[in-house]
């Protein structure tokens, strides 16, 4: 999926099965190992082909081989693309969020039959393992900000290249993440939020300690000039959690740049707040949505509102 944000993490590679450390050792010194964005337009061209088939593929018949790499000075870690995986918890977690009648109308009864009884004889050797890569479509989940600061962040303006990437080391995030849940616990605030922050806690508690997480913008990056990415002083989320921080910015701007209609912004579907992205993070409430699976737009900081 090309409009699609990633959540991924890397893991020295002594924290792999034998099998799969001397394989993953093998590619990640390859000399024509390929670069993070590479890996992921092969991974987006991958999915687009297996929707675009005829009946529609619902989840590869291999486990991809390929990986994004980074190093550490001399540590390499290795974060695989597991698409294969990945497809099958994608499926189970659909069936289990909606009736039947209508996770049907999306997954052809017959493939993914085939792909719940592969994924029950994979489990049978592999127990539950889990994933390295989440992915959020059309959107950047309000939760993956928390694990960091805006100091993490890397732009690339390239015109062929454009991309925004955050990235910390394991321990940071979850320091981060668990001060965050403290601060929810002390606030009165609604449950769902608290709970998403648990459950990526937990998920990266499944992970090596000496790994490092990386929220990569994809293809719901910046396109255009990178002004609204700008870094704000203080913006970073963990720190917004807990305090209730708004910071005052015209509210005719921000609707008039998310399009809404005279008077909206102030009605309370709108809330502006710095985030760790850098500028306002402006959060569109829709009920229609989970709590907290808002829709971001990044605006300048206030010295540049209105410039």
């Known amino acids: 999926m ?7 993490v890397y893991e020295p590679l002594a924290a792999f099965p034998d099998a799969d450390r001397a394989r993953l050792a093998d590619y990640a010194e390859e000399a024509a190992v390929p670069n993070r964005s590479q890996v992921l337009a092969r991974e987006q061209a991958a999915s687009l082909a297996r929707t675009l088939a005829t009946p529609p593929v619902v989840a590869p018949v291999e486990e991809s081989l390929d990986a994004y790499v980074l190093r550490d000075g001399d540590s390499l870690l290795v974060c695989p693309v597991q698409d294969r995986l990945r497809c099958w918890v994608a499926i189970n977690e659909l069936q289990a969020s909606l009736p039947e009648t209508i996770t049907d109308a999306f997954l052809p009864p017959s493939p993914t039959g085939q792909a719940e009884f592969d994924y029950a004889i994979w489990q049978a050797d592999h127990g539950a393992a889990i994933p390295h ?39 940071e995030a979850r320091r981060r993440l668990a001060r965050a849940a403290r601060a929810l616990r002390r606030g009165e605030v ?4 608290l709970a998403a922050i648990e459950d990526l806690g937990r998920w990266l508690e499944a992970f090596h300690p000496h790994g490092w997480v990386e929220l990569d913008y994809g293809g719901v990056g910046p396109r255009g000039s990178d002004a609204g990415v700008g870094a704000v002083p203080g913006g970073d989320a963990h720190t917004l959690v807990g305090s209730g921080h708004r910071e005052a910015c015209p509210h005719e701007q921000v609707g008039e740049r998310l399009g809404l209609p005279p008077g909206e912004e102030a009605a309370g579907k709108v809330v502006v707040g710095a985030g760790a992205v850098g500028g306002y993070a402006v959060m569109r409430i829709d009920p229609a949505i989970v709590a907290d699976e808002v829709m971001l737009d990044i605006l300048p900081s206030p010295s540049k509102v209105g410039t």
């Open 2 to 8: 090309p409009y699609a944000a990633y959540l991924r």
């Open 133 to 171: 890569i989440l992915t959020s479509t059309w959107h950047v989940p309000a939760r993956w900000f928390v694990p960091f600061r805006s100091s993490e962040r890397d732009l690339t303006t390239e015109p062929e290249q454009r991309s925004l990437v955050y990235r910390t080391r394991m321990v």
């Open 190 to 193: 609604d449950g769902s939020v």
